[in-house]
């Protein structure tokens, strides 16, 4: 099937995901949208991030996507549910992908979960962790000034430093065997956060992401088999900075983007 896969986040951070994408599925071809003129997403209300996710997706599906992937954690914590209710085609977010992969490395009883307020606070992975059915304790700790610093570039800093000590130890002193990096941002801070946890399991979902995506498009028969895919990368608001940091999370030049308004959508 030679329509695209849309993948979408509420800035550049997502351009991980694609990154992942790209690596397992070469010939198919992305159409990336980052509503950067509406980030961050991860402190605004349920309500608006609904809101903005059915734009997000009904963008993606006027531009014939057979497939959406919700690269955003706050989205996925919040809109999974209502974008599945109102789109027929099939959705995948970062959430669950994240949750199974940690289950399979978690050792002892207890897994920390780190992302944006939104994330942490509505409650998504403690949900998704249950009805996985683990036994495991799950910790969350919201981590908002994660996503500024990474976005100014501060990724071996010494305020970064001392911004994770004061999130981070709460969740050493739990003793916690693995940590979830539930934010587009954070798999940017590894270095930094495993000075203050240590020799612990990371799980960074954008990998999870792209294999089960690539499995659901081979048991849907959904799969495109013709040449090299391409990558068409949209943004709502071509902001300062946008390239330098697209680049730092897709780690390639960034190529063929423009910016686009989105048309709003009855929810
Ligand atoms: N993309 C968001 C997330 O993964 C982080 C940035 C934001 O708050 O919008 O939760």
Redesign the pocket.
């Known amino acids: 099937m030679e329509s695209p896969i849309g993948i979408f986040?509420?800035?550049i951070?997502?351009l991980t995901v694609v990154k992942a994408v790209r690596k397992v599925l070469p010939k198919e071809d992305i159409i990336y949208l980052g509503d950067t003129a509406r980030?961050?997403?991860?402190?605004k209300s349920i309500d608006a991030i609904i809101q903005f996710s059915l734009e997000d997706t009904q963008f993606l599906v006027d531009r014939g996507a057979k497939y959406v992937v919700i690269a955003?954690?706050?989205s996925a914590s919040v809109a999974l549910d209502m974008i599945r209710k109102e789109f027929s085609i099939p959705v995948i977010g970062v959430i669950r992908p994240g949750v199974r992969r940690a289950m399979q490395v978690a050792k002892t009883g207890k897994i920390g979960v780190i992302?944006?307020s939104l994330?942490v606070y509505s409650g998504a992975y403690e949900k998704a962790f249950k009805e996985e059915g683990t036994q495991a304790e799950i910790v969350g700790k919201a981590c908002p000034l994660f996503?500024p610093l990474v976005e100014e570039g501060w990724l071996d800093h010494e305020v970064t430093r001392l911004v994770a000590r004061e999130y981070l130890e709460p969740l050493k002193k739990d003793n916690i065997d693995t940590l979830l990096l539930g934010?587009?941002?954070y798999p940017l801070l590894l270095g930094t956060i495993r000075t203050v946890m240590g020799d612990i399991n990371y799980v960074d979902a954008s990998a999870e992401v792209g294999s089960e995506l690539a499995k659901n498009l081979r048991e849907l028969d959904m799969e495109n088999n013709r040449g090299a895919g391409s990558t068409a990368i949209y943004l709502t608001d071509l902001s300062m900075n946008y390239k330098e940091i697209g680049e730092r999370f897709l780690g390639e030049p960034m190529k063929n983007f423009s910016r686009v308004s989105l048309k709003g959508r009855a929810k």
């Not at 980030?39 to 402190?43: I, M």
Request: aromatic share 10%.
């Open positions: 986040d509420s800035g951070g997502g980030l961050p997403y991860g402190t955003c954690y706050s992302g944006t994330t996503v934010c587009t941002h």
